[in-house]
């Protein structure tokens, strides 16, 4: 099996991507999907300890607890600490589950995958893209979103650039999703005919 980490800033389109993936029959962890699970199980104790008052009716209110962290590197430390090996713990799950299952291509869906370190155990990456004015317009379209919590998102995420030096291959989405759904066929097509060489990366069960 070939563990391939999915990333990309903040409306690159890597959701969309993640998505596309699964189409072609790749299995896909979500590692959002998995936060937001946590919020409303596992996590929610140890969550409102460190910062009381963001549980609303048994589950975290991610606005609320967002006001308390976003712009406070301790405080995003601190939630962290307590959210990541959490995340962690499922994503070796899905692994395991993949394999059992036979599965040819398993997708970590990670949008910090670089921050935390993530990618040493991945046999590729692939790096979601987009041009600066096409990010700025889909991120500042979102309910909620405004100018200040953008910069201080895109203040935590490694600069687009770097990510894509990193990459061994790439999606942009710049011009339209049925292009990028061409790329992602492609690339899995390469990973197929590679997959010797991919082995080589990291590790393949």
Not at 36 to 51: M, N, T
Not at 110 to 120: S, W
Not at 171 to 178: A, D, L, P, Y
Request: hydrophobic share 50%; charged share 25%.
């Amino acid at each position: 099996m070939i563990v391939v980490g999915l990333t990309g800033s903040i409306g690159m389109g890597k959701t969309t991507a993640a998505a596309m993936f699964r189409e072609f029959g790749a299995g896909v962890f979500d590692a959002d999907h998995c936060v937001h699970e946590l919020y409303s199980g596992d996590a929610v104790a140890a969550v409102e300890k460190a910062f009381p008052g963001v549980c609303c009716e048994g589950r975290i209110n991610r606005d609320w607890l967002g006001a308390r962290v976003l712009a406070d590197s301790r405080a995003m430390a601190r939630l962290e600490a307590i959210v990541h090996p959490m995340v962690a713990e499922r994503r070796r799950a899905f692994i395991g589950n993949m394999r059992a299952a036979a599965v040819r291509i398993a997708v970590l869906d990670a949008p910090l995958l670089f921050e935390t370190r993530a990618e040493y155990d991945l046999n590729a990456i692939v790096v979601v893209t987009a041009g600066a004015a096409v990010q700025r317009q889909r991120v500042l379209s979102r309910e909620g979103m405004d100018e200040s919590k953008f910069a201080a998102i895109i203040g935590r995420q490694m600069p687009d650039a770097e990510k894509r030096r990193r990459a061994h291959f790439i999606v942009q989405t710049s011009n339209g999703f049925e292009a990028a759904r061409r790329q992602i066929r492609t690339i899995i097509s390469a990973m197929a005919s590679c997959e010797s060489s991919l082995k080589n990366i990291g590790f393949v069960g």
